[in-house]
């Protein structure tokens, strides 16, 4: 059977890996170009490191100059100890964390599923299925954010305790209502049936011979070999729910419930506090970096690379 | 492997279950909170400064000073938001019909959440006698009623070096007698001759997404003699936001881009970049005043003063944050022994003292030296009392607020005053006419 | 554990065994009818729920004169939003500006993230450095961002500096963002920056599919790297291409953060965008009837562009 060896996929991947590492120097041309790019690109981030180093005066006086990306003046960790004072940054940051991975956890679930369905199966409206998919992509959020505020409030809410799921009264102010209406996207679908599009169907009728239901081949064929598709719905659904910000100053009130984003605003009263600002967007840039780091290791491994074929 | 695989899934399946008990334990909390409600009277206030150490600390100790008085009728919760999206919270949280007792109110706001059922007005007897003894510019008014009081209010002044001033011959303007426009538009060429400055003006042009153009400049077209709706009955901007005055002011601000005397898109820290050195002049707010003092080495060269007079006298901006309560309080009687509560003279001190602004009463601005006579934010006091006039006190003035920001701004980068400011007005009018009149029936 | 679970499999009755004779035909449709309905079902339910409704809810208002907060009942007023929004040049400056936005968006931020991909698809160990780095702008914080960019592009600013040095001081600077003709081309260099990480990686999983031994085989033919792109790489990313054409149109006609952040819709509506113009009504002005007005013609538009193209790369 076609689907039990992934420990020999993943031997033979490494031997084509070490081998890939020694034959693809790169020229010095090739250097050239890649730090070329590097530079243009990391210059935001050394900049924002480098200031949250620096008192507010400095940071405002060293902008015009390239002192800006460098750490002069009066460099010292006083932002950082501030911005512990100013703002609950571990709670928001847990919550955060918490209203992240269980959209993405979930997302990449539902999303998958409804991927596959429509690139796999044969079931009926399926245009019609796939067109609305679409079409949800065509609404930015801005812009119906205040029906759906007004509409989710009309709605019994989901809940989950020791007994269990029910349901309950009241969105506002919840973690819930936070997460539930991020899961299902629209983009990670149509990523998804695009990658899935590049999976032999082959794969498919094997399995079905062998006895396995529409849901095994998902679990265990399809997915598995989705690896970088996975990746980067994880990467790319991560970062608009860690920088969210409309949707939680509009329903959120207690302070022990906001996320990340919303702390941000705590440095900009009558006068805005450079600094901290960037001492604190440093801190809350640091777990995407890191979810990046962990997720982008998929992109060595794939279909290609495993050599199955149907 | 599959076993690992299939181990580690549900070990992260466990994990994100328990994370999720974690926090809902700690932090939703929604059963324990519906009991505190049923409990006690308890009533949230709603304020707009997380983040604002002082003040927030402050309202924390009257809060709790109430909370352990004899006198409580209730017990008052706070709730603390940052300021930049405060009115986005509140309006999302009248939509869901999720207000709580007491909010917090930028005073020109306040004719508009009194009409939209946001703000109820005060009634209590006992707290309107005290109202009567704060600053005119403290209230927050419409129909004839008081919806929201303040401890403080805050102003709008010119600041500038004195040695700088005097260098370039141009005279200290003071309270009694500010630049006139001559002298103004002198001292504006002065500097920009001196050569010292790119931009020798700065008056908060990249400041477009707030209140600052209607709460800054505003005080300006009323001094051309122009305003921006007209308070006779508030039903139209004809004739005062685009007539002869208005149009003069329009081109007088667009002149200033012209003259390169200002950048119609400014420094994105205008209290720093006048620091700095990188601003001659600097049209500000008095929270300017905190920056100067804590960043400046020469803060004492430094000098506030009115703004000129174009005409039709210097005119000062007013209306800072209040309180008030909502329509949907069930408890208002709290609501207002809190609120009366809250305005005693050594509570409106340290809320004034907290983000430097000035005290609401007499008796709160001798209880903190720099505001006392003599003191070195008396000027703004001053300034205030004789200068203020307050923003127009009409629900449309949310609408005119951000149709003025717009206009003026494409007038500084070069399109017709005339028929901008005409552009306006239809805009406003159509506003008004689409809420039948903002009248309350 | 695992061989158990697949025996039980095979041993259930359900499809494999009786599956050959006709008339189960329709019922393994059936059946698979069901499954994938069952699949799509929380996808779908919950689109429904929290896009669907709540977007249908914004069209029947754009009909009526709602405002967000207000006393007065909403009533129904017919077309007149729409020809308020027709006849507002700032609507029709906005649907320029988008135009024009996308125009060059696309294409540019497509080619340049497939470039970058390529570069750095190479499975050597620095690819890992060189991948996270080049995602940086994405992660990076709007106001950072923001904040870094309106003093690169100011008067006195870093971009200024540097052409001064370049032409040897032939250079007149310019206000970038601040100057009707410069600033949607400033907005655009920055989005292009900002955005092409996130296009770097959806390329990158698409190169994922190509088979390694295709390119050996093209090595073994003698094709350059170019060849090897052409005959390799371009058609075996044919599906990521459809998904990308389409996913970056919708977004660049979607272009508000970066407006609502640096230039408010000007220097004299210079930058405005639909969406953009959509906000300021809805949330600044509290206009939701007229602000869903702007939407519901914005999302035909989208529609009708979304159309033509899959149209286009299907008849490919």
Redesign the interface.
């Known amino acids: 059977m076609t689907i039990g060896t992934a420990s020999s996929i993943s031997v033979h991947e490494d031997k084509t890996i070490k081998e890939k590492y020694r034959r693809n120097r790169l020229s010095i041309g090739g250097w050239l170009v890649r730090i070329l790019f590097a530079c243009l690109f990391a210059f935001p981030l050394i900049f924002m490191v480098v200031s949250s180093f620096k008192p507010d005066d400095e940071i405002m006086a060293d902008l015009s100059s390239v002192k800006a990306f460098l750490p002069t003046g009066n460099v010292s960790l006083d932002n950082y100890a501030q911005v512990f004072t100013r703002v609950p940054a571990g709670r928001f940051l847990l919550n955060s964390v918490f209203i992240t991975l269980v959209t993405v956890v979930l997302g990449v679930l539902v999303n998958s599923m409804a991927a596959f369905a429509i690139q796999r199966l044969n079931i009926r409206f399926k245009k019609i299925i796939f067109t609305f998919i679409l079409a949800t992509l065509m609404v930015p959020f801005e812009t119906y954010a205040i029906p759906l505020l007004w509409w989710i409030n009309q709605l019994p809410r989901p809940a989950i305790d020791q007994f269990g799921l029910y349901f309950t009264r009241g969105w506002m102010d919840t973690l819930t209502i936070q997460i539930i209406p991020f899961i299902a996207n629209a983009f990670s679908v149509y990523l998804y049936m695009q990658y899935f599009e590049t999976i032999p169907k082959d794969l498919d009728e094997a399995a079905k011979v062998d006895g396995a239901g529409w849901f095994r081949i998902y679990s265990r064929i399809v997915m598995p070999l989705s690896g970088p598709a996975t990746a980067t719905v994880v990467i790319l659904s991560f970062l608009p729910m860690w920088n969210q910000y409309l949707w939680p100053l509009m329903v959120v009130q207690s302070e022990n419930n906001r996320p990340v984003m919303i702390g941000v605003q705590y440095f900009q009263q009558m006068t805005t506090s450079w600094g901290q600002i960037m001492a604190y967007s440093s801190l809350i840039t640091l777990p995407i970096i890191a979810v990046f780091v962990i997720f982008q290791r998929q992109f060595v491994s794939s279909i290609a690379a495993t050599g199955v074929k149907g | 492997m599959r076993m690992n695989k299939k181990r580690s899934l549900i070990r992260l399946i466990a994990g994100i279950v328990a994370l999720s008990g974690m926090v809902s334990l700690s932090g939703c909390g929604e059963a324990a909170r519906q009991e505190a409600k049923m409990q006690g009277n308890e009533i949230t206030l709603w304020t707009h400064t997380a983040g604002s150490e002082a003040e927030l600390s402050t309202v924390e100790d009257i809060v709790a000073d109430y909370n352990s008085s004899p006198d409580r009728k209730g017990t008052v919760k706070i709730q603390s938001f940052p300021q930049s999206s405060y009115n986005d919270s509140v309006i999302s949280a009248s939509t869901a019909g999720n207000l709580p007792c007491l909010v917090d109110v930028d005073q020109p706001n306040t004719p508009y959440w009194g009409w939209a059922n946001i703000l109820a007005p005060l009634t209590d007897k006992a707290l309107l006698k005290r109202t009567n003894q704060l600053i005119g510019s403290a209230k927050g008014t419409w129909n004839k009623q008081i919806y929201t009081v303040g401890y403080f209010d805050a102003t709008t002044a010119l600041f500038a070096r004195k040695s700088v001033l005097k260098d370039l011959g141009i005279r200290v303007a003071t309270v009694d007698r500010p630049w006139t426009k001559a002298e103004m538009d002198d001292a504006l060429a002065k500097m920009k001759a001196s050569g010292h400055w790119a931009y020798p003006f700065e008056m908060g042009t990249a400041d477009n997404k707030t209140e600052w153009y209607a709460y800054a400049y505003a005080p300006i077209l009323q001094s051309f003699g122009g305003d921006l709706v007209n308070r006779k009955d508030y039903q139209t901007s004809q004739g005062v936001l685009n007539g002869p005055e208005a149009i003069e002011f329009a081109n007088w601000m667009r002149s200033l881009v012209e003259h390169g005397y200002i950048n119609s898109k400014g420094g994105s820290d205008t209290a720093l970049d006048f620091v700095n050195k990188k601003s001659g002049l600097l049209y500000g707010g008095i929270w300017t005043m905190s920056t100067v003092q804590k960043y400046a080495k020469d803060s004492d060269d430094i000098v506030a003063m009115p703004m000129a007079d174009f005409g039709h006298g210097s005119v000062a901006g007013g209306g800072s944050w209040t309180v008030g309560m909502t329509p949907t309080c069930n408890n208002k009687e709290a609501a207002m022994s809190y609120i009366r509560f809250s305005l005693k003279d050594k509570y409106i001190a340290r809320m004034a003292k907290a983000g430097m602004n000035i005290p609401a009463t007499v008796g709160a601005q001798n209880l903190i030296p720099e505001f006392e006579p003599g003191g070195s934010m008396q000027i703004f006091t001053k300034i205030s009392s004789k200068y203020v006039k307050m923003r127009p006190e009409t629900p449309a003035y949310n609408f005119i607020s951000t149709e003025f920001r717009k206009t003026i701004g494409d007038i500084m980068n070069g399109s017709d005053a005339a028929s901008g400011l005409n552009k306006a007005v239809n805009h406003i009018d159509g506003n008004i006419k689409g809420a039948d009149g903002y009248i309350k029936k | 554990?695992?061989s158990s679970i697949?025996t039980t499999?095979?041993r259930?009755p359900?499809?494999?065994d009786t599956a050959l004779t006709p008339n189960n035909k329709s019922a393994e449709?059936i059946h698979?009818?069901r499954?994938?309905?069952l699949?799509?079902a929380?996808?779908?339910i919950?689109?429904v729920?929290?896009?669907?409704?709540?977007?249908a809810?914004?069209f029947v208002?754009s009909f009526t004169?709602a405002?967000?907060?207000?006393?007065?009942p909403t009533r129904f007023i017919g077309l007149n939003n729409f020809t308020?929004l027709f006849s507002d040049p700032t609507f029709w400056r906005a649907l320029l500006n988008v135009a024009i936005f996308a125009v060059v968006v696309v294409p540019v931020q497509a080619g340049l993230g497939l470039f970058?991909a390529v570069?750095?698809?190479?499975?050597?160990?620095?690819s890992?450095f060189?991948?996270?780095?080049?995602?940086?702008?994405?992660?990076?914080?709007?106001?950072?961002?923001s904040?870094?960019w309106?003093?690169i592009y100011?008067?006195?600013?870093?971009l200024n500096q540097v052409l001064e040095k370049l032409t040897f001081h032939h250079w007149t600077a310019v206000?970038w963002?601040?100057n009707?003709q410069t600033a949607l081309g400033a907005i655009i260099v920055m989005s292009i920056?900002q955005a092409v990480?996130?296009h770097m990686?959806?390329w990158?999983?698409?190169l994922?599919?190509?088979?390694?031994?295709l390119y050996e085989a093209a090595e073994l033919d003698g094709c350059d790297a170019w060849h090897q792109f052409t005959n390799v790489t371009w058609p075996g990313l044919r599906?990521?291409r459809?998904?990308i054409l389409?996913?970056i149109t919708?977004a660049a006609l979607?272009l508000?953060t970066q407006i609502?952040v640096m230039t408010?819709?000007?220097?004299?509506?210079s930058t405005t965008t639909v969406?953009f113009e959509?906000?300021?009504s809805?949330?600044?002005?509290?206009?939701?009837g007229y602000?869903?007005a702007?939407?519901l013609v914005?999302?035909l538009i989208?529609?009708a562009i979304?159309a033509v193209q899959r149209r286009i790369t299907h008849s490919n």
């Open positions: 554990m695992s697949q499999i095979i259930q359900a499809d494999g449709v698979e009818n499954a994938g309905w699949m799509l929380p996808a779908c919950l689109l729920l929290f896009i669907g409704i709540p977007v809810l914004a208002l004169n405002r967000t907060i207000s006393p007065n308020r970058l570069l750095i698809n190479k499975k050597v160990r620095s890992v060189f991948r996270t780095v080049y995602f940086l702008p994405v992660v990076t914080s709007m106001v950072v961002v904040l870094l309106m003093f100011q008067n006195d600013g870093m206000d963002l601040n009707p920056w990480g996130q990686l959806i990158l999983s698409g994922q599919t190509i088979s390694a031994e599906s990521t459809n998904m389409i996913t919708i979607s508000f609502n408010q819709g000007g220097p004299r509506d969406v959509a906000v300021r809805g949330f600044q002005q509290q206009e939701m602000a869903s702007i939407t914005f999302f989208i529609m979304t």
